[in-house]
């Protein structure tokens, strides 16, 4: 890779999949189920995040302190992938298709509780 290459410097942010207590990996399980040009365009905007951080729209947007969501334009509408930030990790809690204008709140609660049970597992490490 060039120098100049955006790909030969380090991201700014890691990566990583929420855990639930049981071990399963919401968000990854969701991606695994898109098509492959889907998933890829994913993984790009959540790129650009990784390498650019911090960013604004269009492609991320601040729901409330602590929690953002990547934006991505895929064959069924706009996929959000709601993330918080832990220790220059972007840890990707929730994912789903937005159909409303406003960020349902169901989808909310899930990325909150999600965000309360990472805060609460990181305090206990410590």
Do not use: C
């Not at 995040?49 to 991505?72: C, D, T």
């Not at 992938?81 to 990707?92: H, Y």
């Amino acid at each position: 890779m060039a120098e100049g290459d955006p790909e030969s410097r380090e991201p700014i942010l890691g990566v990583a999949f929420y855990r639930t207590a049981a071990g399963n990996e919401p968000v990854r399980q969701w991606l695994k189920d898109l098509k492959r040009e889907d998933r890829k365009a994913i993984g790009q905007d959540i790129k650009t995040a990784q390498y650019g951080w911090p960013l604004g729209m269009p492609l991320i947007r601040k729901l409330e302190p602590g929690l953002w969501e990547v934006r991505s334009h895929i064959a069924q509408g706009i996929a959000r992938v709601i993330f918080t930030v832990a220790d220059e990790v972007m840890v990707l809690l929730h994912v789903f298709i937005k159909k409303t204008q406003k960020t349902p709140l169901e989808d909310l609660r899930i990325a909150r509780q999600r965000l309360t049970d990472l805060r609460k597992e990181h305090s206990n490490e410590k």
